[in-house]
């Protein structure tokens, strides 16, 4: 089996190459550059991030144990309130550490060696009774606390390194939880290798036994309304996790999550036909000419067979489906040269897309360290450890859990910025609009209409009982970053179930008038 699966690597290889070298090699080759390492490396250093480790997981060597005690590791870290240092504003101070409501700490997770998983959270500051909202980051192996400081969360981070409040948090609607993850990602980290995920069942039943083991903390939240959402590689996780919480209330494993839906930004859900939609978003868009597109489309039907064969045995064929699909990608990077593939509209200067760097300088300051509680632990912002254990994954259509969710009335919301090229909104669109379930025909004839935000089109929205897709203007692929005030509008209105409404809430138009 193992010879086939090689043998069927080296077939695509073959193939791919073939079909590249056809024309001109120079844009298509299965080179250095789809190698993982390389990919994970690159993820990286276009975000200005320089971790000091690969991955959060601590060895204790020989001695493990002691070595353990003599850090107070293996104690149970338990939740602690907690105030940032350095916040601007008067209004901050005044308030206590109770009144603030931020809290920061570890659970250990229960079907796990020895993974403790770390996690922010805010409680909203409207009121207790709004949803709970967790948010996963991508990568894979990326922090949550990127979106945390640069999309949604409380505070930003100034270039001085203080913290500034944040108009359009979604803890202005939310109680709301960041979490890193998978296991060694941030601040998360375990003592044993094998807590190391490699795929999305071990990713969500560890985010099960966090849920679980907040609710226990937080009793009075488990009745709330419960939304999953995130951005990117989650696009994997998400449906995932809503699969797997569901599972567990029909199963009365654990506490009842009050599982209401689930919204993914920008997200990698249906490879097959994300990866088809590159060449035609990049023609539509004026990244690449006709001549390019139709070249770098000959790898499209090997990159379908590949995934195909990825989603029947899911081992080295998904390895295999990884590298060859790649090539579709880098070839359109290669023909427009150093654009910046989360936003079309910028460039990269240098290797830099974007300069996140001060989350880690800020995360890896001695008084933020001590006010979290996390000891010596090192943030690692983005694993590429964990982004590579993860690659057997990658070409995994997570499509196919969704028309379940969707029949037992779970609301699921795709959202996409449209200038992001990586998860862009086209390939999203098109295998929303291809999902098989009983509202299948009544969703693709629902019309598009305007969502609307302070009285201009912030995006494009089509719907149908518990589905939804928004188009968002002027954003890229991190939506809350570029569009703040219409994402939280978003998160609001889906939240309160008034999305698809087609003015803005009532209280708003009574205070313009
Ligand atoms: C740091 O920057 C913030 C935001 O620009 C500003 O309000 C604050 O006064 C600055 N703090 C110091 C100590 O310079």
Same mark, same amino acid.
Do not use: Q, W
């Given at each position: 089996m193992e010879n086939l699966n090689f043998i069927s690597l080296l077939l695509l290889s073959l193939i791919a190459i073939s079909h590249a070298s056809l024309s001109d090699n120079a844009y298509l080759s299965?080179?250095?550059?789809?190698?993982p390492s390389v990919q994970a490396e690159k993820l990286i250093r276009e975000l200005n991030l320089f971790p000091? &480790? $690969? *991955?959060?997981v601590i060895d204790g060597g020989d001695d493990g144990v002691s070595f353990i005690d003599q850090a107070g590791y293996?104690?149970?870290i338990v939740e602690r309130k907690f105030r940032f240092p350095? *916040? *601007?504003?008067?209004e901050e101070e005044s308030f206590t550490v109770d009144d603030l409501g931020n809290h920061a700490g570890y659970y250990?997770? @229960?079907?796990?060696h020895d993974a403790r998983m770390f996690y922010f959270f805010f409680e909203s500051r409207t009121s207790k009774k709004d949803p709970v909202v967790i948010w996963l980051t991508g990568g894979?192996?990326?922090?949550?606390e990127l979106a945390m400081f640069y @999309?949604?969360?409380p505070y930003t981070i100034a270039n001085n390194l203080s913290l500034v409040r944040n108009k359009y948090g979604w803890d202005k609607v939310s109680n709301l939880l960041y979490v890193d993850q998978?296991?060694?990602?941030?601040y998360s980290y375990s003592?044993?290798?094998?807590?190391?995920?490699?795929n999305e069942e071990g990713v969500s039943n560890d985010l099960y036994d966090f849920l679980q083991a907040f609710f226990k903390e937080h009793? $009075?939240?488990?009745?709330n309304d419960f939304y999953i959402t995130g951005e990117s590689y989650a696009g994997h996780y998400i449906p995932a996790f809503a699969a797997r919480v569901h599972r567990g209330n029909k199963a009365k494993e654990g506490i009842h999550i009050n599982l209401k839906g689930f919204a993914i930004g920008n997200g990698l859900t249906d490879p097959a036909i994300q990866y088809k939609a590159y060449t035609d978003y990049a023609l539509d868009m004026g990244i690449i000419k006709q001549a390019e597109h139709d070249r770098i489309s000959k790898i499209v039907p090997v990159c379908e067979m590949a995934i195909k064969l990825c989603g029947t045995d899911g081992t080295v064929s998904c390895m295999a489906s990884y590298l060859v699909c790649s090539t579709i990608f880098n070839s359109i990077i290669s023909v427009a040269g150093n654009i910046n593939y989360y936003d079309i509209r910028k460039n990269c200067e240098g290797s830099l897309c974007?300069?996140?760097s001060n989350m880690e300088k800020f995360l890896g300051q001695k008084s933020v360290k001590e006010a979290l509680g996390v000891g010596d632990i090192d943030f690692v912002s983005c694993s590429p450890t964990v982004y590579q254990a993860m690659l057997m994954d990658w070409?995994?259509?997570? $499509? *196919?859990?969704i028309p379940a969710l969707l029949e037992d009335g779970i609301k699921l919301l795709v959202y996409a910025g $449209?200038?992001?090229?990586?998860?862009?909104w086209l390939g999203n669109s098109r295998w929303v609009h291809a999902m098989e379930w009983p509202g299948q025909k009544a969703f693709v004839a629902s019309p598009e209409v305007p969502f609307e935000v302070s009285g201009s089109e912030a995006g494009v929205l089509k719907s149908y009982g518990p589905l939804a897709f928004l188009k968002v203007h002027?954003?890229?692929?991190?939506v809350p970053m570029d569009q703040p005030e219409a994402s939280l509008e978003m998160l609001k209105r889906w939240t309160r179930g008034?999305? &698809?409404?087609?003015? @803005?809430e009532p209280q708003q138009l009574v205070a313009e008038i």
């Open positions: 299965l080179g250095k550059s789809n190698f000091n &480790s $690969e *991955v959060n293996n104690k149970r350095n *916040v *601007v504003g008067d250990k997770i @229960e079907n796990s894979p192996g990326c922090s949550s @999309e949604n969360g998978p296991t060694g990602t941030g003592t044993d290798r094998r807590d190391i995920r490699h009793p $009075e939240l488990a009745k974007y300069d996140f070409m995994r259509n997570l $499509e *196919v859990g $449209e200038y992001d090229l990586i998860c862009n002027d954003a890229g692929h991190m008034t999305l &698809s409404e087609a003015t @803005e």
